[in-house]
């Protein structure tokens, strides 16, 4: 019986039968690589969506023979609760646990969300099982002065895909100041790890630009109304308000900003940009937000047209920004495997580390490498608008955000 909280997925050998694919796997070449993602709540369908970019790198490794003769076994892991509504990070610990217990497993893909990293990170960390996000932002994780509290093993094991909110915060408050010719904002976050960090760093470089900050305020995720803080902000005249947080709040803000608040430009981080937003909020009161993924926007370029196309083919939707990014993760999980393999080496978990540190492998968004602290070396944030096109679905995020361009830096 597979319990309601852990999926083990074995991946086909697609429809090779008797081919050099189904022929390449000796008994005991199989490894396994974790994903761990918040399948339940209020973030499900964009957590579906990594989830499918990932297994898709991994798939298509399978089809092809395996990673130098390896099959790739999925342990997939949710760490969305029912009684949290979105991701949990008890059961984040709980799945780290899951994933440090099994000797088959030698690198992993998530989580999602920051909340969740900050509980698995310690735990990854004292059994040497390096995980590489393709979302979760918070800068706290990979900050050497954090070390102690976040990687106690010593070396790094919590890598990423996407850059921090040390950028993406403040990239979007740069936009605001010299995109949107912005004066004033209030600040709102939803209490969460990841939500706390970018409305900090966007509030901070947001006052250095000379934006008057009218004040800040906290969303509890679980309440239903919000109109109490968004009537106390309607008579301080805010050219803007900047949220930080994912959609469990961000959907319930939305709504109702738009009923109070209708004229204000209204921004947030990557929390924001998700068909979970879409659905949940719907047209017209997700129309014009702003919002910003911690990577760049290739979805829409033509040398990624054919993926994208095999993605829809695959999971009957469209991918996401992060269906790539997951994606690119699991391509630099396969190039470590086999250079761990090449060198004669054992491919075990401590190894494949190693090679991961080390990594400089072309992917969808380029090549991706990482600092000595597991942060991708690639620092581009992209800025999207919520624009209604009624051609397409309205929960199609390729087509219902509209790319604006790159965040100016922040100095």
């Not at 800068?139 to 993406?168: C, E, H, L, S």
């Not at 981080?269 to 937003?277: A, I, R």
Request: hydrophobic share 40%; glycine share 10%.
């Amino acid at each position: 019986m597979v319990s309601r909280r852990t999926l083990i997925v074995q991946l086909p050998l697609a429809t090779l039968v008797g081919s050099y694919a189904a022929r390449a796997f000796a008994a005991d070449k199989e490894v396994t690589i974790g994903i761990n993602l918040p399948l339940t709540g209020a973030d499900a369908q964009a957590a579906l969506k990594i989830k499918q970019g990932a297994q898709m790198a991994f798939d298509e490794a399978n089809a092809a023979g395996g990673i130098a003769g390896y099959k790739v076994n999925l342990l997939v892991l949710d760490d969305g609760t029912a009684t949290a509504g979105q991701y949990d990070p008890a059961q984040a610990a709980t799945n780290a646990r899951k994933m440090v217990s099994d000797p088959s497993v030698v690198a992993a893909i998530g989580p999602q969300m920051s909340g969740s990293g900050k509980a698995m990170s310690p735990i990854l960390s004292q059994g040497d099982l390096a995980i590489i996000t393709p979302s979760s932002t918070n800068p706290d994780i990979t900050n050497p002065k954090m070390a102690a509290q976040y990687r106690p093993g010593g070396k790094a094991i919590y890598f990423r895909t996407v850059t921090t909110d040390a950028y993406q915060g403040p990239n979007m408050a740069n936009f605001y100041a010299d995109t949107l010719k912005v004066k004033s904002v209030y600040v709102l976050d939803d209490s969460g790890a990841y939500g706390v960090g970018i409305a900090d760093s966007f509030q901070g470089q947001a006052e250095k630009r000379g934006l008057k900050v009218l004040g800040r305020d906290q969303l509890n995720p679980k309440e239903a109304d919000y109109t109490t803080i968004l009537t106390k902000i309607k008579p301080l005249n805010a050219d803007s308000i900047y949220y930080g947080g994912v959609a469990q709040a961000g959907v319930k803000l939305a709504k109702q900003s738009y009923d109070i608040l209708p004229k204000l430009i209204k921004g947030g981080g990557d929390g924001m940009h998700s068909t979970d937003l879409l659905s949940g909020a719907g047209f017209p009161a997700a129309e014009g937000w702003y919002c910003t993924i911690a990577a760049p926007h290739v979805l829409d370029q033509p040398e990624v047209a054919a993926w994208a196309k095999r993605f829809q083919d695959k999971f009957g939707g469209p991918p996401e920004d992060y269906s790539i990014t997951a994606y690119d993760a699991g391509l630099v999980i396969i190039d470590a495997i086999k250079r761990v393999a090449a060198s004669g080496k054992e491919v075990n978990r401590d190894n494949v580390r190693d090679a991961i540190q080390s990594a400089k492998v072309k992917t969808l968004q380029g090549e991706v490498s990482f600092d000595e602290n597991g942060d991708i070396t690639n620092r581009i944030v992209s800025v999207f608008k919520i624009t209604r096109d009624d051609k397409y679905p309205l929960n199609d995020t390729i087509h219902q955000y509209k790319y604006v361009g790159v965040a100016p830096a922040a100095s």
